[in-house]
């Protein structure tokens, strides 16, 4: 296979991102303009100092101020009590000013993650995690939905256009990616399977799909020979491994890329697919909040 069909078949999430924040950044200067300077706001709370969470917690400060939004950040030590926190989340939910609230996962063994984000309100739950929003989503109804199954969906529908009717594969069964990507593509009327590590004849099940999304969080699980020539791939998993250089360390994705590329008709790459798409919807669902908490259209 030559460099331009490799090309071809690679999903380019990071220039999709970069293209949808672009728009989102063009809807806030028109939201601001015609209703008084209304401006989207997110608050993101992170507890602690995970490495990690505290460059991802960046990441998403900066973009939020590129788009014109405004950013909220507060910072709580390690040894923040769980009631502590959700006084946070309660004044936050009370802030006109917020229009979204995220907590940034995962939180520190003595708080309840579930209680945490059950706190939220829902109307603001721009993660998509809150049990009504779960609800609502898994029914068919207006949701928030989680960022980063949202941004597969938004590659799948840009590079297939129609999904109806095709058979939809997804490894992994998390509240944060599997079970909502599952209800999306239902909503699609795809046909949908929801499979993951312990599925029997994994490798059977996966061959069959037309759209494979693979979140199980184990690295190069998936592998070529278990795709079907011409399906797409979404990989969402992101999984640091030994590289060649010793000490060092390389991300990869739970598809085992270099052997999927020569059969998949189109596949993300990690880094630089998925990844991408996930801060530029949780602008998007900013942004989306803010239009709805202030009776105005909102998709």
């Given at each position: 296979?030559?460099?331009?069909?490799?090309?071809?078949?690679?999903?380019?999430?990071?220039?999709?991102?970069?293209?949808?924040?672009?728009?989102?950044?063009?809807?806030?200067?028109?939201?601001?303009?015609?209703?008084?300077?209304?401006?989207?706001?997110?608050?993101?709370?992170?507890?602690?100092?995970?490495?990690?969470?505290?460059?991802?917690?960046?990441?998403?400060?900066?973009?939020?101020?590129?788009?014109?939004?405004?950013?909220?950040?507060?910072?709580?030590?390690?040894?923040?009590?769980?009631?502590?926190?959700?006084?946070?989340?309660?004044?936050?939910?009370?802030?006109?000013?917020?229009?979204?609230?995220?907590?940034?996962?995962?939180?520190?063994?003595?708080?309840?993650?579930?209680?945490?984000?059950?706190?939220?309100?829902?109307?603001?739950?721009?993660d998509g995690?809150?049990?009504?929003?779960?609800?609502?989503?898994?029914?068919?109804?207006?949701?928030?939905?989680?960022?980063?199954?949202?941004?597969?969906?938004?590659?799948?529908?840009?590079?297939?256009?129609?999904?109806?009717?095709?058979?939809?594969?997804?490894?992994?069964?998390?509240?944060?990616?599997?079970?909502?990507?599952?209800?999306?593509?239902?909503?699609?009327?795809?046909?949908?399977?929801?499979?993951?590590?312990?599925?029997?004849?994994?490798?059977?099940?996966?061959?069959?799909?037309?759209?494979?999304?693979?979140a199980?969080?184990?690295?190069?699980?998936?592998?070529?020979?278990?795709?079907?020539?011409?399906?797409?791939?979404?990989?969402?998993?992101?999984?640091?491994?030994?590289?060649?250089?010793?000490?060092?360390?390389?991300?990869?994705?739970?598809?085992a890329?270099?052997?999927?590329?020569?059969?998949?008709?189109?596949?993300?790459?990690?880094?630089?697919?998925?990844?991408?798409m996930?801060?530029?919807?949780?602008?998007?669902?900013?942004?989306?909040?803010c239009?709805?908490?202030?009776?105005?259209?909102?998709?």
């Open positions: 296979m030559n460099s331009t069909e490799i090309d071809n078949r690679i999903i380019d999430g990071k220039g999709f991102a970069e293209g949808l924040r672009s728009r989102v950044a063009e809807e806030v200067t028109a939201l601001k303009a015609s209703h008084n300077g209304l401006t989207p706001g997110l608050a993101v709370i992170i507890v602690g100092e995970d490495p990690a969470s505290q460059i991802y917690v960046r990441n998403k400060n900066k973009q939020t101020i590129e788009a014109g939004m405004a950013g909220f950040e507060f910072k709580m030590p390690e040894d923040t009590s769980q009631a502590d926190l959700l006084k946070k989340v309660l004044e936050l939910n009370a802030d006109d000013k917020v229009h979204g609230i995220l907590v940034q996962l995962p939180l520190p063994d003595q708080i309840d993650e579930h209680e945490i984000i059950n706190a939220i309100d829902p109307a603001k739950d721009v995690f809150h049990v009504v929003n779960s609800g609502l989503l898994a029914t068919g109804q207006k949701a928030m939905v989680s960022c980063t199954p949202l941004g597969c969906l938004m590659l799948l529908k840009d590079r297939l256009g129609d999904l109806s009717g095709l058979d939809a594969v997804i490894i992994g069964r998390s509240n944060i990616v599997g079970k909502p990507m599952a209800a999306l593509l239902l909503a699609e009327s795809c046909t949908v399977t929801i499979s993951h590590s312990r599925t029997r004849d994994l490798p059977d099940v996966v061959r069959r799909a037309d759209i494979v999304v693979a199980v969080g184990r690295a190069e699980m998936v592998r070529g020979d278990w795709i079907k020539p011409g399906a797409t791939v979404i990989d969402v998993g992101i999984n640091r491994v030994p590289a060649a250089e010793e000490g060092k360390t390389r991300v990869v994705g739970d598809v890329f270099a052997e999927a590329i020569e059969v998949a008709g189109a596949i993300t790459p990690v880094p630089k697919g998925v990844g991408p996930t801060i530029a919807c949780l602008l998007q669902n900013t942004l989306t909040a239009k709805r908490q202030n009776g105005l259209e909102a998709d």
